[in-house]
């Protein structure tokens, strides 16, 4: 009885028991990477391996939307102020919104808790964004275009490397597979693991990070196609037709709860199709409509955002983002105290060994 429990407990902490993969050393911690949830715990604070990733995204996006603004003629201190002070708040706040939009039923049920647990959704973040660069652009005669160029050429970099957090934390998750590509989430802070608990141990589709290399794909092409940009609008166009095609097809891959309207078409489906409609009309535009530009690329670009008072808003922008969706308390998905007479959403552990 004595060995039979110590093999249970075992089972719980071991994923990867049953594959033909190392249980010790690099091997381990790459394979069983996406059940490092926690990055690190002080007191009732808890820091999710999440934040790091977004924040590292954040700055890669900030960054290389400011070379491209350099590129086409704008002020990069400019447009990093914008950012910081005026875009990140929007972008958060739209993102926020969509999600709890998302979970309107719940919103019902259990108002408190879901206005205070995190989540974020990107299309919500996309929205939030384009509205603060219109209301920007009108404000200072910017032409609209070029903001938007600027982000939609940096933002297939920042989430390519963002939905690397996703794969850690647990969100956006994959369907079930047999195959050898499967990862099994055990880690009762996953948030699979929180809402999905029939999905615990079980061979998932590694979907986050199909959308990492999707998206890094996505950005070498714009950077590929960078000298055939003609006129401003042409290279968020790009995006937003490139965008929602991988965003479907990474659908087929996905299980995670994104709002089913009819059938088997969800709300991204729908914000795919006048994404792409709407790229199809920007790309189509007249230079005799929109002012022409030629993109110039020079490596001094890059070497400018290292100084002082440009990084110190790659700093501010990756600490905002790296607490907003990084910071939680006493639990893992939640922004407040749990109720003390609550009951966790977690897998029963004796349903935490691994299964095909």
């Known amino acids: 009885m004595a060995a039979s429990t110590t093999q249970r407990r075992l089972h719980l902490i071991t994923p990867t028991?049953?594959?033909?993969?190392?249980?010790?050393?690099?091997g381990r911690f790459i394979r069983d990477f996406h059940n490092h949830t926690v990055l690190f715990k002080a007191g009732r604070v808890i820091f999710v391996t999440y934040g790091l990733f977004v924040a590292a995204a954040f700055i890669a996006?900030?960054?290389?939307?400011?070379?491209?603004?350099?590129?086409?003629?704008?002020?990069?201190?400019?447009?990093?102020?914008?950012?910081?002070?005026?875009?990140?708040?929007?972008?958060?706040?739209?993102?926020?919104?969509?999600s709890i939009l998302l979970e309107w039923r719940e919103l019902f049920v259990r108002p408190i808790q879901t206005l205070l647990k995190p989540g974020y959704m990107l299309h919500g973040g996309v929205g939030g964004g384009a509205l603060a660069i219109a209301i920007y652009a009108y404000a200072t005669g910017t032409p609209v275009l070029a903001l938007t160029d600027a982000w939609a050429f940096a933002l297939p970099l920042g989430e390519s490397i963002a939905r690397i957090g996703c794969h850690v934390y647990g969100c956006c998750w994959g369907k079930p597979t047999t195959g050898s590509l499967g990862i099994r989430y055990t880690n009762p802070?996953?948030?699979?693991?929180?809402?999905?608990?029939?999905?615990?141990?079980?061979?998932?589709?590694?979907?986050?990070?199909?959308?990492?290399?999707?998206?890094?794909?996505?950005?070498?092409?714009?950077?590929?196609?960078?000298?055939?940009?003609?006129?401003?609008?042409?290279?968020?166009?790009?995006?937003?037709?490139?965008?929602?095609?991988?965003?479907?097809?990474?659908?087929?891959?996905?299980?995670?709860?994104?709002?089913?309207?009819?059938?088997?078409?969800t709300?991204?489906?729908?914000?795919?199709?006048?994404?792409?409609?709407?790229?199809?009309?920007?790309?189509?535009?007249?230079?005799?409509?929109?002012?022409?530009?030629?993109?110039?690329?020079?490596?001094?670009?890059?070497?400018h955002l290292i100084e002082p008072h440009l990084a110190v808003f790659l700093a501010f922008?990756?600490?905002?983002?790296?607490?907003?969706?990084?910071?939680?308390?006493?639990?893992?998905?939640?922004?407040?105290?749990?109720?003390?007479?609550?009951?966790?959403?977690?897998?029963?552990?004796?349903?935490?060994?691994?299964?095909?």
């Not at 996006?61 to 914008?82: H, N």
């Open 267 to 303: 709300h991204t489906n729908l914000y795919s199709l006048v994404q792409f409609a709407i790229g199809l009309i920007l790309i189509g535009l007249s230079p005799n409509v929109a002012p022409s530009i030629v993109a110039v690329f020079d490596w001094a670009m890059v070497a």
């Open 317 to 356: 922008n990756a600490l905002v983002v790296g607490l907003a969706f990084g910071l939680h308390i006493d639990t893992v998905g939640s922004w407040i105290a749990p109720h003390r007479h609550s009951t966790p959403l977690v897998a029963n552990p004796s349903t935490l060994r691994p299964v095909a």
């Open 189 to 265: 802070d996953a948030k699979v693991v929180r809402c999905a608990p029939h999905l615990t141990g079980r061979r998932l589709y590694p979907a986050q990070l199909f959308g990492t290399g999707a998206y890094l794909g996505q950005f070498g092409i714009q950077l590929a196609l960078l000298g055939l940009i003609s006129h401003q609008g042409m290279m968020t166009g790009l995006y937003l037709v490139l965008h929602p095609i991988i965003r479907v097809l990474l659908e087929r891959f996905r299980s995670d709860d994104r709002g089913k309207l009819f059938g088997p078409i």
């Open 61 to 98: 996006g900030t960054g290389v939307a400011a070379v491209y603004s350099q590129m086409i003629g704008l002020d990069p201190i400019q447009l990093l102020g914008f950012s910081s002070l005026i875009l990140l708040p929007a972008v958060l706040i739209g993102a926020r919104l969509f």
């Open 17 to 26: 028991d049953g594959d033909s993969h190392p249980h010790t050393g690099p």
